[in-house]
């Protein structure tokens, strides 16, 4: 007979328990290297960094000496690959497989690879710890923070650093109602995009009639220049699920799932195994840490679709058909999945859940802008020094995420605009980088907080061409069931096309804003009636560069092709 | 029953009906493209939008899918409303040019011609034959393919279907007329924008002409359980 061996844990008092011997097992003291071993840092060559690691780290028979971890994304991909020595907290900048065998030697010995450092590019002095480098100083990394602590792959990382005590909490001590109270006191919006209020959302759903309901992770990330969510699954998948159990028992549904794209394999992998050990430890199944609640999770993969990140075409794929929207008069928390009620949030969402239960809505609500509580993570990318992920409280102004963190704009050049949101955002002009960005302040400009993808912009960039790059996208993603986003995307494209071409002709600007506001108006779901916001918003802080297209045949930022049209 | 204003009037409705039902049956006229009765509500068209008071606001909802409630007040034409309705006409003027069914509709909802340029299409993607062969039929020989813009109505991979009846339903529910059918002597012949299909048509016993796909019948007669023999005339020559 094998000997009774089970990870499972019956009650709030043996997962303490559990969790003070993993945290006695372990040295604080101890040296520890951290590779990150995120999509950005493997595609920077991490896996070198990793396997020199391992065989260096063997290879001298330093086991008890050096601890390895490889975990998620830290944030500041620009530097990639990142290595970080704990407990110090020494930041390795771009380190590479040659650079294994130094850092190990002196690490042992306590000295610092200089060389491997950070340079200010303001002072030009090198920085050593981490938390001093400009990109992490004005952040504040509630979700991202303890990333770097965090075997992914490794449950009891998660558990040592107070994992699933927020659970605890809720199973235990709270009831239901009382936790929709806390998420609605802590003003938490829904970060996919929408912005709704979740716990009012949770709300519609626990009282909506039905005895079967569901819960949804939307984790099909699919905007241009968007890797927030992808992160998080492959960073900390655990502190999704623990969102997402709470939410099921506040809500009442016994079955939940994760929508995930299938291109992120990383992420799938994590996540799989992420279950797999809360099912294992009793965080996912029957009879939940011994409080009678019922929970599992499964994964359903997305086939590539962008329009599936929409929630009713969501669920239309989840259950098996095409992923198409339909109206939503009767919302999703009342008749969603296999018509039942469901409650669908995305990745960033359920990840906010546990601090907000550990920690209270009290505490929450005082972090951010008046109406956007918390903090979010903007996935920064394009014409920025500092291309990466950083999380930063709801109300920061657009200036000290592009300079102050991003770094500004490489080789000094000008910057233009940002795109927030994605293809169905809009960009944000150089006149308004003081705007404080959140929900409200980025809709009243023209654009939305979409998925948080930051897209920045510079004086190479013309306008047009990028809003043609958007509707471009957005017409090979329609899903083709309504007349106005299939056919109106179809023509939108065409026109851009056209004057980026030199083709453009007086009146496209009108005809371009009259399509739009039918889009708005009149398409079956968001995806149609926000993807004019590009054109938009370029026509409303850019007019000119359309104009110096259609009328001069020229492209300011010197980035169309117009000369042959000239010639002729 | 549930009181509703449309456009000033009080009407009546059954709960659970949409206002584009509960228009039709007070003789209120609301254009669209996809509806049919038969066939559950889809929401493509969009031509069907309306205006319902909504928390102080006009809000546009597609009538054929926004169901009636207690006190709601509905706007079934407004400048808001045309401006959309146009728009629309002049994608599907573009879109098909030379389909009449469309240019009257244009014309009737006041479009005279498109601002883009013109394709040459008979379909316009509404489903409705797609939604009537696997909603009333049941045998879903057709399907919409590819997604967005590539959006085609045809058989799985444009080849002869071989669970189609040549029932001629998609060709009756067609709006637009793009889908064509005619029987010549023993043969029917069912076109759709992007392939075509011959069928066998069976016999009459007493007037000898052609009446039915042999296919149908076989279908029919799987389904009801019927006797061949109840089908040897055609309904014209039956008792």
Known sequence: MAKRKTNRINSPQELEAIRESIIKSRDPSQTCIVVCGGTGCLALGAQDVIA??????????????LALRITGCPGFCEKGPLVVIKPENILYQQVRGEDVAEIVSETVKGNIVDRLLYTDPDTGKKITYESEVPFYKKQKRLLLGDNSNIDPTEIRDYLALGGYAALSKALFKMSPEKIIKEVKKSGLRGRGGGGFPAGVKWESCRRAEGDTKYVICNAEEGDPGAFVDRNLLEGNPHSVLEGMIIGAYAIG????????????????????????????????????????FDFTVKISRGGGAYVCGESTALMASLEGKVGEPRAKYIHTVERGLWEQPTNLNNVETWANIPLIINSGANWYSTIGSEGSKGTKIFSLSGKINNTGLVEVPMGITLREIIYDIGGGIPEDRKFKAAQTGGPGGGCIPESLLNLPVDFDELTKVGSVMGSGSMIVMDETTCMVDMARYFINFLERESCGKCIPCREGLKRMSQILTDITEGKGKDGDIGLLERLSAALIDSSLCALGSTAPNPVLTTIRYFRDEYEAHIRDRRCPAGVCKLDAVIRK | MVTLTIDGRKVQAEEGTTILEAARENNIYIPSLCHHE???????CRLCLVEVAWN??????????????????????????????????????????????????????????????????????????????????????????????DREMATPFYEPSDVCIGCGSCAYVCPVEAIKFEDIGDTRYIYWPNNSMEFKLKKCKTCGNYWIPE?????????????LSAFDNCPDCRD
């Open chain 1, 52 to 65: 020199g690691f391992r065989r260096k780290i063997q290879e001298g028979g330093l086991e008890k000496k």
């Open chain 1, 253 to 292: 549904a016994h079955q939940g799932y994760v929508y995930i794209r299938n291109e992120y394999r990383l992420a799938l992998e994590h996540l799989t195994q992420a279950i797999k050990q809360a099912e294992e430890y009793g965080f996912l199944g029957e009879n939940i840490l011994g409080s009678g």
């Open chain 2, 38 to 44: 038969e066939v559950m509500p889809y929401g493509a």
């Open chain 2, 56 to 149: 102080g606001r006009q809000r546009l909802v597609a009538s054929c899918l926004y169901e009636v409630a207690e006190g709601l007040k509905i706007r079934t034409n407004s400048e808001r409303i045309a401006n959309n309705r146009k728009m629309i006409m002049e994608l599907l003027l573009a879109r098909c040019p030379n389909n009449k069914a469309i240019q009257d509709l244009a014309r009737q909802l006041g479009v005279k011609e498109t601002s883009f340029k013109l394709e040459d299409n008979q379909c316009m993607l509404c489903a409705l034959c797609v939604r009537v062969c696997q909603e009333v039929v049941g045998v879903s020989a057709i399907s919409l393919v590819n997604r967005g813009v």
């Open chain 2, 215 to 227: 296919r149908q019948l076989e279908y029919i007669i799987k389904e009801t359980k019927l006797p």
